[in-house]
């Protein structure tokens, strides 16, 4: 949040644990924390699941999946490969801790909000949830992420955050502060799956499909360049920094999720960095 009066009560660095694993024709790379983006490849044509969930995995064998904030200390990941054999890796989560954000001076009515509100609040929530369920079989996200806006990191993903004094949901993102107007790129390949012009606590909304589940989104825009099921290339401009929905101050929130997985920006891009650097 730009301009929070915001206090650190904990702070503990999270650093990554690169998680470097090979077990019976899986490769994994990237990040096996809370939070975190793991990918990786198999013998094409392996079908592969954590937790149950499909993970689709590319025609040539490349896979990526997503671990919630909140994920537990272990995951299942069951391969069952062209041949028939079928293995089980037990993944190890490591844990993060996350910091305290008080943020203070936003709308009241968007941190409690009246029954009308309320109703508008979780329909717009059912739209992003779509959005995050529907998903295209190319693996954009083969171009990694960068990035969104130059600006002032001003929140981080994960914190517990006391809004207006009560507490309210973690921080599902990475928030970058910068004057309104300031261009916004694309983090990845993708396509735009959501534009809203206005909800109540996102304000102006862009969603982009980069396949195989992964998300991302960008909100309190104030201006928007892209439709809905428009192709986008990394580094393309999607919009402008504003200050639209739950906010005190102009700032971009910029977050990546795998379905319901909400994932660490930070260490996303740091685990699968921009294969380009982002031009005009
Ligand atoms: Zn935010």
């Known amino acids: 949040m ?8 904990g702070l503990f660095l999270s650093f990554g644990v690169g998680a470097f694993a090979q077990a019976e024709g899986i490769a994994l790379d990237g990040r096996m924390e809370q939070g975190g983006l793991v990918f ?25 999946f997503g671990l919630d904030r909140d994920a537990k200390s272990s995951a299942a990941l069951e391969a069952k490969f062209p041949d028939g054999s079928v293995t089980t890796q037990t993944l190890i989560v490591a844990p993060r801790d996350w910091i305290v954000e008080r943020v203070d001076g936003l709308p009241q009515n968007t941190v409690t909000p009246d ?33 969104p806006a130059e600006g002032r990191i001003s929140g981080v993903f994960g914190s517990q955050r006391i809004l207006n004094g009560q507490p309210r949901s973690p921080h599902s993102g990475l928030d970058i502060a910068a004057p309104i107007g300031t261009p916004i790129r694309a983090t990845a390949d993708g396509i735009v799956s959501l534009v809203h012009d ?26 928007i360049n892209v439709s809905v099921g428009q192709r986008v290339r990394q580094g393309d401009v999607i919009g402008a920094i504003g200050m639209t929905g739950r906010t005190n101050g102009p700032h971009l929130h910029f977050g990546i999720s795998w379905y319901g997985a909400k994932l660490d920006p930070q260490t996303a891009m740091a685990a699968l960095p921009a294969v380009q650097q982002a031009v005009e």
């Open 198 to 223: 206005g909800m109540v606590l996102t304000g102006k909304t862009i969603m982009i499909d980069h396949g195989f589940g992964l998300d991302s989104v960008y909100i309190h825009m104030n201006e």
């Open 115 to 147: 029954p009308e509100t309320v109703k508008r609040i979780r329909a717009e929530g059912g739209m992003i949830v779509a959005a995050r369920n529907r998903t295209e079989p190319l693996p954009f996200f083969e171009t990694g992420f960068l990035l």
């Open 40 to 64: 990786g490849t198999v013998p094409p044509g392996t079908q592969l699941a954590l937790e149950g969930r499909a993970v689709s995995v590319s025609e040539r064998g490349r896979f990526v």
């Open 2 to 9: 730009n301009m929070a009066r915001w206090s650190v009560l």
